[in-house]
């Protein structure tokens, strides 16, 4: 199923509230993926940072249900390496927010994949287990 996207779409309630949240003008993003090239973790992510990026621009929702959001070390990489200084590591945390309100379960470490804790670096682990428990 393809998701429609309209102008009404890229202005709509979800784009108004990721950038209220963020604090963060999701159009000054030109998508050069600089922030995808420097990620320590993208290894680990289903979604590239620049394609969450890019999913929020055109108010697809269903970035939600990405791993990404939740796998962000907030490290700070991207926002040095992005020329339009797009802070991602706050538009990430608006979208955890946004998920945590609508319901998003509890992390459970037990479940966690042994090959994902071997590979993933520890702080992204505590930095989303972090982001949970808020």
Known sequence: MRTQISINKVRGPFVARVEEI?????????????CSAGCPVVAAMDLLPSQVIRMA????????????????ASCLTCVTRCPKGVDL??????????????G?????????????????????????FRKYMR
């Open 104 to 128: 998003v379960t509890k992390l459970d470490l037990n479940a966690l994949p042994p090959e994902l804790v071997r590979e993933v670096p520890q702080l992204a682990i505590v930095g989303g």
């Open 89 to 102: 590591p706050r538009l990430m945390e608006a979208l955890r927010q946004i998920s945590l309100r609508k």
């Open 22 to 34: 963020s604090g963060q003008d999701l159009l000054a993003c030109n998508q050069c993926g600089k």
């Open 57 to 72: 621009q055109l108010g697809m929702e269903e970035v939600l249900e990405s791993k990404t959001i939740w796998i962000c």
